[in-house]
């Protein structure tokens, strides 16, 4: 199961950056007109995008740190909020995109979320077991 979520979380990740490529040099403009037309579409799609990413991310790597549940889970959404934090900062910087604390925030809320229920699909698998046993949730 392992190989699944980590191939899932690489092949997410080579999409995101796809898709964060495409807005920052302003190409891509029929595909996100579709979006546009979705109802708070910005903020859905913060929530949802960086959700599947926190699920994935969660689900891959927290397995392999070898801690408690607890603090792997704390250790990957730390890395995960600063890599969001950085990629909306850096729209700032750049004419065709914004800078949004709201945009920053419903990320940051839909990989917390998404990573909280990873916890409990991955607490299934007998080999996501903690070496210490600890099968708490955060």
Known sequence: MRLIWNTMLILFG???V???SLKNAGLGAPF???????P???KVGHFILMG???FLAVAAITPRLRLPRKTAFIRVMAVLVTIIALEEISQGFLPQRTLSLSDFVFGV???LS?????IFVTSRSPKSRDPKGDRSVP
Do not use: N, P
């Open 14 to 16: 080579a999409f995101m």
């Open 18 to 20: 796809t898709i964060v």
């Open 32 to 38: 996100f007109a579709f979006f546009g037309q979705i």
């Open 40 to 42: 708070y579409h910005d």
């Open 52 to 54: 599947i990413l926190g």
């Open 109 to 111: 809320a839909g990989a």
């Open 114 to 118: 998404f990573g909280w229920i990873a």
